[in-house]
C-alpha cells in the first residue's frame, strides 16, 4: 500500500553575509526618502500657514488705511455740501472688503458721544491698528478733541479712533464724529453744528456702494445754526 500521509518537506534558504548586507543596505535609502518627504510636508504646511496669516494681516491693514482715506474723503464732502447751502450734493464711492461701515444720526454734542453724529468703520484684527484703547483724536490736522471746539481754528468734523480688545482680538473703530463748533457772542455763545442723517440703510459691510451727500438745509434756533446733511447708502 501506498502512503496516503504527504511527506512535509521543508526549506531553508541560507542567505550569505555579503547578500543579508546588500538587502540592509538596500532598505535604508527607502527610509531615507520617506523621512524626507515627510518633512518636506512640514514645511510646506508651516510655509502656506505662515504666508496666509501674513497675507491677511497684510489685507486687513490695507483695509483699514483705505477706509481712513475714506472717511476724509466723506469730511470733505460734507464741509463742501454744508458749506455751498442747500441742496448741494456729493458723491462718494465705497469698496470694502472687509468691516462694518455704519452712519449715526445726531444732534447737538454732549459728553463726546461717539455713537451719535458720526460715520464709522469698524475692524476686528489680531493685532492692535490704533495705539489707544479710548477714543483719541487720530485726525493729523485736529488734536482737540472737545465737544465744543473753538469756531476760529477748529473743524466742526475730526477723524477719532481706538482699538478695544474684544477676547484674543482687537475691534479698530475709525469715527468721523461732528461735534459743535463754539463762537462767543456777548454774554452768550453761538454754535454750528452739521447733523448727519440718512434715510437708506444704516450699516454697510463688504461690498461696493455709494454715498450719496447732500445739504437738506440750515435752521437758526437759540444761538444755534443746525446744518443737516443727509448720508444715504446706494
Not at 28 to 47: D, K, M, Y
Not at 75 to 95: C, P, T
Not at 202 to 214: A, E, N, P, R
Request: proline residues 3%.
Amino acid at each position: 500500500m501506498l502512503n496516503q500521509n504527504p511527506v512535509k518537506q521543508s526549506f531553508t534558504v541560507s542567505l550569505s553575509p555579503r547578500t543579508r548586507k546588500r538587502l540592509k543596505e538596500g532598505q535604508v535609502p527607502e527610509l531615507g526618502t520617506v523621512l524626507i518627504v515627510a518633512v518636506l510636508i512640514v514645511i510646506v504646511v508651516i510655509t502656506y500657514t505662515w504666508g496666509k496669516a501674513l497675507f491677511d494681516a497684510q489685507k486687513t491693514r490695507t483695509t483699514a488705511d483705505y477706509m481712513s482715506g475714506k472717511l476724509f474723503e466723506i469730511k470733505g464732502a460734507i464741509l463742501a455740501v454744508a458749506h455751498e447751502g442747500a441742496n448741494s450734493s456729493r458723491i462718494v464711492r465705497l469698496d470694502i472688503s472687509e468691516g462694518l461701515f455704519s452712519i449715526n444720526n445726531g444732534t447737538f454734542c454732549s459728553n463726546k458721544n461717539m455713537d451719535r453724529n458720526s460715520i464709522v468703520f469698524n475692524i476686528t484684527t489680531k493685532s492692535r491698528l490704533i495705539g489707544s484703547d479710548t477714543f483719541s483724536s487720530i485726525d493729523p490736522l485736529e488734536a482737540n478733541t472737545s465737544c465744543d471746539a473753538p469756531y476760529g481754528n477748529s473743524s466742526v468734523a475730526i477723524l477719532m479712533g481706538k482699538s478695544e480688545k474684544a477676547g484674543n482680538s482687537y475691534v479698530n473703530s475709525y469715527t468721523l464724529w461732528f461735534r459743535n463748533l463754539s463762537q462767543p457772542n456777548g454774554a452768550s455763545n453761538n454754535f454750528y453744528v452739521i447733523n448727519v442723517t440718512h434715510t437708506g440703510p444704516q450699516k454697510l459691510g463688504s461690498g461696493s456702494s455709494t454715498l450719496v451727500v447732500k445739504n437738506l438745509g440750515t435752521i437758526n434756533s437759540s444761538f444755534t445754526i443746525y446744518t443737516t446733511v443727509q448720508v444715504d447708502i446706494t
